[in-house]
């Protein structure tokens, strides 16, 4: 149990250093993205050189928790696997500047998209219905003051925070308990409903359920819960009628561009995605995995993105009454059902007091 408190404490503590998506986002992503842009617009093919913010207290926190054991019990186990995602996480960071070791070990994290996936992928996106026309009407400023609005009716104590330097449009940090928007971008009426569904009403919930728990990884997050977490946002937004053929167009071509960054550069990438989509939102599609890599005319990439399209997929085939409540226990994936279920069981965690519902 010791050394369970002191992962506890050292994630909370080390929350920063820790978060792998503030570590790999450049620090001149919006300066080198404008001169792809500009370039692109010349003929001329260019690949963004991105530059990262050295992480100094990242391999003190490895060799902290690399000495913690734990208990040969089901939360013991669970502590263990954390520990193991947790120092391969900090070894993905450590290899921002080293793309083939960078690529692996992201694989090894998140995976990759597999042929039937990739096949789905495609098939979304050349699906001609119509989007809904919907006019980005809307700055960050507006954002900013309907999260807060939200999270005062689930009298959620969250701060909410305008970001210049973001390769996503929002981002939800459960450690420090913050919603992070771009302050770069502009939002639709749409948008703004289902960004209410997915950030707040599953993520923050999820999150501030785990924080009910006797254990912080309810609330930081288990090891490969990531597919569970936004797959299940995205399954909300369909339980809303806000998943249109837009949205999903979007993360089917996060899905290919997955695929294609393994083996092309940026500028191909931008290229293919520029086929299906705006210049901006190719552009913010590419960035996005082409982000822990310091010269990205190289292969390779970030992986993660792949998961919105196959969480949802999976949990469209798993979710029914009985496993939906264990979902939003916290941060849990659909692999850590059964022993959360047991946690249940033993009276050594509760059942949510809050559940996405319509």
Not at 51 to 64: A, F, L, P, R
Not at 76 to 91: A, E, H, P
Not at 92 to 120: A, C, Q
Not at 342 to 354: D, K, Q, S
Request: aromatic fraction near 12%.
């Amino acid at each position: 149990m010791d050394c369970i408190k002191k992962l506890d404490e050292l994630v909370t503590l080390y929350s920063d250093e820790l978060d792998i998506i503030k570590n790999i986002t450049p620090v001149n992503l919006n300066q080198e993205n404008e001169k792809f842009l500009e370039l692109f617009h010349k003929n001329c093919e260019y690949n963004p050189q991105y530059i990262y913010e050295v992480n100094n207290k990242i391999d003190k926190i490895y060799n902290k928790i690399a000495e913690m054991t734990f208990a040969d019990s089901i939360i013991g186990r669970i502590y263990s696997s954390y520990k193991d995602y947790i120092l391969n996480s900090i070894k993905l960071m450590n290899s921002i500047n080293n793309v083939e070791s960078f690529t692996s070990k992201s694989i090894s994290l998140f995976g990759k998209p597999d042929k039937d996936l990739i096949n789905k992928a495609f098939k979304i996106l050349k699906d001609d219905r119509t989007a809904i026309v919907d006019t980005c009407s809307f700055d960050a400023n507006f954002l900013y003051d309907t999260f807060i609005k939200e999270l005062e009716k689930y009298r959620f104590k969250w701060k909410v925070e305008l970001i210049d330097t973001m390769s996503s449009k929002v981002a939800v940090d459960a450690v420090n308990k913050t919603i992070y928007i771009n302050a770069c971008v502009k939002f639709s009426e749409t948008d703004i409903k289902r960004l209410l569904v997915h950030e707040i009403g599953t993520h923050v919930v999820r999150a501030e359920n785990g924080s009910q728990q006797p254990y912080l990884i309810f609330e930081n997050g288990f090891p490969n819960s990531i597919e569970t977490e936004e797959g299940l946002a995205t399954y909300n937004e369909s339980k809303a009628n806000l998943l249109d053929i837009r949205t999903l167009k979007i993360y089917a071509g996060r899905v290919l561009a997955v695929d294609w960054c393994l083996n092309n550069s940026f500028y191909n990438v931008f290229f293919e995605l520029s086929k299906y989509f705006e210049e901006k939102e190719a552009l913010r599609i590419v960035s996005r995995i082409k982000r822990g890599l310091t010269d990205t005319s190289c292969n390779g990439g970030f992986t993660k993105d792949f998961v919105y399209l196959n969480g949802y997929y999976k949990i469209k085939k798993y979710i029914n009454k009985d496993n939906e409540i264990l979902l939003y226990t916290g941060a849990i994936g659909i692999d850590d059902i059964d022993n959360v279920s047991r946690l249940v069981e033993l009276g050594e965690i509760t059942l949510p007091r809050n559940i996405f519902n319509i």
